[in-house]
Every structure is written in structure tokens, then in C-alpha cells.
Nanobody
Framework: QVQLVESGGGLVQAGGSLSVSCAAS????????MGWYRQAPGKQREWVAT???????NYADSVKGRFTISRDNGKNTVYLQMNSLKPEDTAVYYC???????????????WGQGTQVTVSS
């Protein structure tokens, strides 16, 4: 079993910065990628950023140039550094781990429970 725990959410003023983290624990095996999603009230869950096992990164257009995703393989932790925050960045941020399951080696998605990020005007 794999568990993901997000931390670092909170309240920040527009233009400020905030960093959230996601620590994976349990039976970690052959991670394909880790990423961040977010969901604002009344809106669908939105992909934010992904980092692959090789270290390549991808970002949604809405956060490109402002957010940075990184990882610490030794701690099985992924981070999201958020700069120049805007009120529209307010959402619950969710961590996702994509990992191959044993035997079949099919990719499987694991989700954290989310952390609230609020950006005030």
C-alpha cells in the first residue's frame, strides 16, 4: 500500500509565494511520475504540473513561469514552489503518484487528500 500526505498549504497574499510538499510512504516501487492537481470551488479538478522519473517537467499554461515542481528521491517527496500567486490559484491542491504495480507492472494512480491554498487579493 502507498500513502500520500500533502503539507504546506495556507493563506498568502497575491504576489506572494508558497511551497507545498507531498511525501509518499509504504511500498514504493518503480515510480513513473509525480504531479500536482488542484480543484477550486465549483470547478473541475485541474492538472497543474508533473515530474517524471527521469526528471522532466511539464506545467499547465496557467502556472507556467510561476510554479516549479521538484522532487527528492531519497525522501520520496515531491514539491511545488508557487511564486507570484494570484487569487485564481486558490484551490485544494492534490498530489498524485503514478507507480507500476507488482507483477503486471501496469501504472496505477495514487492520490493524496489535498491541502488548501488560499490567495487573498
Amino acid at each position: 500500500q502507498v500513502q500520500l500526505v500533502e503539507s504546506g498549504g495556507g493563506l498568502v497574499q497575491a504576489g506572494g509565494s508558497l511551497s507545498v510538499s507531498c511525501a509518499a510512504s509504504g511500498r514504493i516501487f518503480s515510480i513513473n511520475s509525480m504531479g500536482w492537481y488542484r480543484q477550486a470551488p465549483g470547478k473541475q479538478r485541474e492538472w497543474v504540473a508533473t515530474i517524471t522519473s527521469s526528471g522532466s517537467t511539464n506545467y499547465a499554461d496557467s502556472v507556467k513561469g510561476r510554479f516549479t515542481i521538484s522532487r527528492d528521491n531519497g525522501k520520496n517527496t515531491v514539491y511545488l514552489q508557487m511564486n507570484s500567486l494570484k487569487p485564481e490559484d486558490t484551490a485544494v491542491y492534490y498530489c498524485k503518484l503514478v507507480m507500476e504495480v507488482l507483477v503486471t507492472r501496469r501504472p496505477y494512480d495514487y492520490w493524496g487528500q489535498g491541502t488548501q491554498v488560499t490567495v487573498s487579493s
